[in-house]
């Protein structure tokens, strides 16, 4: 299993964000892994142990939104952080059109 997961709610219906592109890349832009969000807005992204040190994750949010015909402040929103270790990341993403929360999940 990658050692990286992410789940999308979109808090505007209280649903899963079915079919947002995401992107984890190093803080230089490498791409590491790329994939899109299931039925349940999870996915799993990235080889079993991910590299120390800065990454970021992205969701293609304006794309989300527009298919939904939804306008939207954010085309995309980028999490950055910090790999100090080999352990499993969780990065859930709390969505509507002009905000957005995240933390680090289990």
Same mark, same amino acid.
């Given at each position: 299993?990658?050692h !990286?997961?992410?789940?999308?709610?979109?808090?505007? #219906? /209280?649903t899963?964000a079915? /079919?947002?592109?995401?992107? !984890?890349? @190093?803080?230089?832009?490498?791409?590491?892994?790329? /994939? @899109?969000?299931?039925?349940? /807005? $999870? *996915?799993?992204?990235?080889?079993d142990?991910l590299?120390r040190?800065?990454?970021?994750l $992205?969701? *293609?949010?304006g *794309? +989300?939104?527009?298919? *939904?015909?939804?306008?939207? +402040?954010h085309? #995309?929103? @980028?999490?950055? +952080?910090?790999? @100090?270790?080999?352990?499993? !990341?969780?990065?859930?993403?709390? !969505?509507?059109? +002009?905000?957005? #929360?995240?933390? $680090?999940?289990s």
């Amino acid at each position: 299993m990658p050692h !990286l997961t992410t789940h999308v709610l979109d808090a505007t #219906s /209280g649903t899963p964000a079915t /079919g947002i592109g995401l992107t !984890l890349r @190093t803080a230089a832009g490498d791409v590491i892994a790329s /994939g @899109t969000t299931d039925a349940d /807005g $999870r *996915a799993a992204l990235g080889p079993d142990v991910l590299p120390r040190g800065d990454l970021e994750l $992205r969701f *293609a949010t304006g *794309a +989300f939104f527009a298919a *939904a015909g939804v306008p939207t +402040f954010h085309p #995309s929103v @980028t999490v950055a +952080f910090t790999v @100090t270790g080999t352990e499993h !990341l969780h990065v859930p993403l709390l !969505l509507s059109p +002009f905000a957005y #929360s995240t933390y $680090r999940g289990s």
